[in-house]
């Protein structure tokens, strides 16, 4: 007599990502925070601060409560992405 067939389970699904979802920029948006730059131009932060060092990109720092957040304004970081100079 043969064995009745289990029921399959579906596969567990493992977290690909531990990373904060990805927000794109608004097309109108004025300024873009510097994870989005990084997404935008596919590099990373630390690369984002040293095109900031270079002086290709001006930081916008607003005060917030201690911490200051960076942004950047996002003509400059499309000028960035399309390969001219901002």
Sequence with gaps: MPK???ASKPPKTTKTSTH???RAP???ALLVNRAQVA???SCSRSTIIRLEEAGRLRP???IRA???V???RAAEVRA???GGDA
Aim: charged share 25%; aromatic share 12%; no cysteine.
């Design 60 to 62: 916008v720092k607003l």
């Design 80 to 82: 960035l992405a399309s």
């Design 4 to 6: 009745s067939a289990k």
């Design 26 to 28: 608004d097309a109108g």
């Design 39 to 41: 997404r935008l131009l």
């Design 70 to 72: 960076t942004f950047y």
């Design 66 to 68: 201690r911490n200051g």
């Design 20 to 22: 904060k979802a990805y």
